[in-house]
C-alpha cells in the first residue's frame, strides 16, 4: 500500500537507502535532529509525508532499530520529543503569566496541521502536563497506539516535531528567546533529562 499524504509510514527501499551511519551519538541527539528538521524550510512544501525532513529522521531511527530488533530509538524519540514540547510549553506558559493548558490551546491553533494540532499531540502533551500521574498516562498512551496504529505514532513524533518548531517559533515572536538560545537551551534541557 502507497503511503498517503498524512503518513510516515516506513517504506523498506527508503529504510535501507538511508543507512545505518547516522551520527547520533547521544540519547538527546534524535529529538535535536527532529526539531531542526521541522524548522527546515523543505517541512512545508514536502508534497507527501515521506518527504518531510522530520518524518526523514523517524525513517532514519526506525530504520536503526529494525536493524536491532528493537524499538529502543523510536522509544526514545518519542518521549524525547514530548519532553520537548511539554518544556517549551511550560516555558511559554511561565513568560507569558498563562496555565500551560491555555498556553496550549493557542499554539494549538498556530500549529501547521491544517491550522491546528492533530488530537493525539493535544492529548499527549494536555496528560503529560498534567503533572507525574499524567506521565504514566502519557506512556499508557504511547504503547496503545503504537500497538494500534503503528503509522499513528510515527506521525504522533513527527507532529511532536512541528509543535515544538511552533513553540520555538513563538518564544522568538515574543522576544523571549532566539531561535538559536532556544536551541541550545532545549539541547541542555534534553541532555539533562536523559542523563537523569
Not at 48 to 58: E, F, T
Not at 76 to 100: F, I, K, M
Not at 144 to 151: M, P, Q, S
Request: glycine letters at 8%; aromatic letters at 4%; a negative charge.
Amino acid at each position: 500500500m502507497a503511503a498517503t499524504a498524512r503518513s510516515c509510514r516506513i517504506p523498506a527501499p527508503v529504510a535501507h537507502r538511508l543507512g545505518k551511519d547516522d551520527g547520533m551519538t547521544s540519547l538527546h541527539e534524535p529529538v535535536m535532529e527532529l526539531v531542526r528538521a521541522s524548522l527546515d524550510p523543505a517541512a512545508g512544501k514536502a508534497a507527501v509525508r515521506q518527504d518531510h525532513p522530520a518524518c526523514q529522521v523517524v525513517i532514519r531511527v526506525v530504520e536503526t532499530d529494525m536493524e536491532a530488533g528493537g524499538l529502543d530509538n523510536v522509544n526514545t524519540l518519542a518521549v524525547g520529543a514530548g519532553v520537548a514540547a511539554a518544556g517549551l510549553t511550560s516555558w511559554l506558559a511561565q513568560e507569558r503569566n498563562r496555565d500551560p493548558e491555555q498556553v496550549l490551546r493557542e499554539l494549538s491553533k498556530a500549529a501547521p496541521a491544517g491550522g491546528k494540532l492533530l488530537t493525539n499531540v493535544v492529548d499527549m502533551l494536555t496528560t503529560l502536563l498534567s503533572g507525574p500521574p499524567g506521565m504514566q498516562q502519557t506512556a499508557e498512551f504511547m504503547v496503545a497506539l503504537f500497538h494500534e496504529d503503528e503509522e499513528a505514532f510515527y506521525d504522533l513524533i513527527v507532529d511532536l516535531g512541528a509543535y515544538v518548531a511552533v513553540c520555538i517559533g513563538m518564544l522568538e515572536s515574543y522576544g523571549i528567546s532566539s531561535k538559536e538560545k532556544t536551541l541550545r537551551d532545549l539541547d541542555d534541557m534534553l541532555e539533562a533529562f536523559h542523563a537523569g
